[in-house]
């Protein structure tokens, strides 16, 4: 941590985790695994016996003890591919078809959301001003409370989709079988967290949908919709600004400066013959430098460095 001339406190986040090819701790040997059955299935796949009797924190040891990363990394992902989000990935395609024709059935409207996520009680509160009886009222909210859940499920699919796709054409990409917060993904022996955002922030399309090229204009316009091919195109072209507005933009509450594998809609509906085609082209060997500042309540601003990827989705031309 040093002070830029500006008087910027810098931090390179280098992660709480680091490298696992040359060794592994018991913490990342539950982020790995996450519970005790799971390690001791890679144990008996890497010929170490166990004991049934033995404590989980035991069993968790002996795997740090006979980590070895090659072996590791081979027999994880097989276990991955009997896992219920590899097969749900895998079956995705089929099960689309089957989630938006019981949308259009339902007579839904607009696949999309009914509301902000967290922002139910604004959306009740709309309602509430409308002048409509309390039974219209009512069965709007339980119209809504459907869509969100439906439309959560289908994003659930999606991104279960995307994870088998990043999986598959990525050997060198060991998964987390139990995803728990913070790392999905260890990319040639570094942590990852997947993140999946809608857009690359409304501050992004605000700076750039008039064509502005530099991220320190004060100015910023009302963008309209004719003016998205400007923002999306910087996108295109400026896959590392993207990371740096998502970086900079994200909540507080939530804050972290983790690297991260950021998969970013620059369109609403893209669909999955086409995510295929992007992910399928990705290639995650050489991740993005990403310098950004964060001004933190208590604190101030701070500047960070981080590394990532980043992976696009819009339609084609």
Known sequence: MIWTST????CYYRGMIG???SSISVGVV????????????FLDEIGVAVPKS????EVYASVVKHWDYKEGIRVVRGMFVETEKYQNGKSADKEMVVLINEWERMKLGEIGWPFSQGKFDGFVQRLNAERVDRVERDKKVKRAAVQYRR?????TLRNDFIETLIFEKNENILPTLDHRKG??????GEPYDQKVSASPTSQFKQNFGKGETSVTKKVRPVVKDEDSHLWRETAIKRPDLVAEYLYRYQDEGRFDADPRLLVVYLDEDVCLQRIEEIVTATDLTDPLEVVFQYRHKSVGLKQYETKCFVILLYNGE
């Open 183 to 188: 790392v999905d993904f260890f990319i040639d």
């Open 19 to 21: 490298s696992i090819k």
């Open 151 to 155: 439309i959560k499920e289908i994003n």
């Open 30 to 41: 539950k982020k790995i695994f996450g519970n005790k059955e799971n390690a001791r299935v």
């Open 7 to 10: 008087g910027i406190e810098w």
């Open 54 to 57: 033995v404590s989980a924190e």
